[in-house]
């Protein structure tokens, strides 16, 4: 069975400040993952995914997220973050079967 | 704006009504997914269509009846449902051809659909 683990329910950060958004996985086999973004009142957004080759991922709206094979960790990252980056993010992985999303984590950016 | 539209964005309906759930893509893709998501909660998958056919159905009650009558479409049938379905029901889409296969596409969400039930 594949997991998917968001340790923070919350992460609060000021704006210009670098924020971290944590994700761990567990799958069997190679590991697709993917960060998708949900604004209020939107559905899911997709940011960036890791499917082989390089462990800095570049994706949407400056994010990049490090994958971290030994740590099975894809933490999600942005060098100066901004207040309209507040929303609920969640980590997902793909394996052999279907989509399986973390719990989620509301980034709260304060100006 | 989303690649994948739903309508209505909001639905109001007693236990007794029957109402239905709209998707719509025009990306080419030949998955396509429904989702129920409560406030603040990730997404639960309820069924997975692929090449129009159904794939995938998470053990979702039978007031719940999905139909994809093209390749574009998707529509989520509801009747006699329950004040704990209330939820946004969100629709999404996907170049997989096979849920159970190895493959690496996003798949791309609508904005969904805001249901209550009264």
């Known amino acids: 069975a594949q997991s998917v683990a968001q340790p923070e329910d919350q992460v609060n950060v000021a704006e210009g400040n670098p924020l971290t958004v944590k994700c761990t996985y567990s799958v069997s086999g190679n590991p697709y993952l993917f960060w998708y973004v949900q604004y209020p009142n939107r559905g899911l957004q997709f940011l960036l995914k890791?499917?082989?080759?390089?462990?800095l991922v570049k994706g949407s709206y400056g994010f990049e997220a490090e994958f971290n094979k030994s740590q099975t960790s894809f933490h999600l990252k942005k060098p100066s973050a901004l207040v309209s980056d507040s929303a609920l993010y969640f980590c997902a992985v793909k394996g052999y079967s279907t989509l399986t999303f973390g719990k989620g984590t509301m980034l709260l950016v304060s100006p | 704006d989303t690649e994948v539209t739903q309508t209505p964005k909001h639905l109001v309906m007693g236990m007794t009504n029957k109402k239905s759930l709209k998707c719509e893509q025009h990306?080419?893709?030949?998955?396509m997914y429904w989702y129920k998501q409560k406030a603040k909660k990730p997404p639960e998958l309820m069924f997975v269509?692929?090449?129009?056919?159904?794939?995938i159905n998470e053990s979702v009650p039978s007031r719940f009846s999905p139909e994809c009558p093209n390749s574009s479409l998707l529509n989520l049938h509801l009747h006699a449902l329950q004040p704990e379905d209330s939820a946004l029901y969100l629709c999404?889409?996907?170049?997989?051809?096979?849920?159970?296969?190895?493959?690496?596409?996003?798949?791309?969400f609508g904005d969904g659909t805001r249901l209550s039930i009264l």
């Open positions: 999404a889409s996907s170049q997989d051809t096979s849920q159970g296969g190895d493959s690496n596409q996003p798949q791309h």
């Open positions: 990306m080419g893709h030949r998955a």
């Open positions: 269509y692929s090449y129009e056919k159904l794939s």
């Open positions: 890791y499917i082989t080759g390089d462990n």
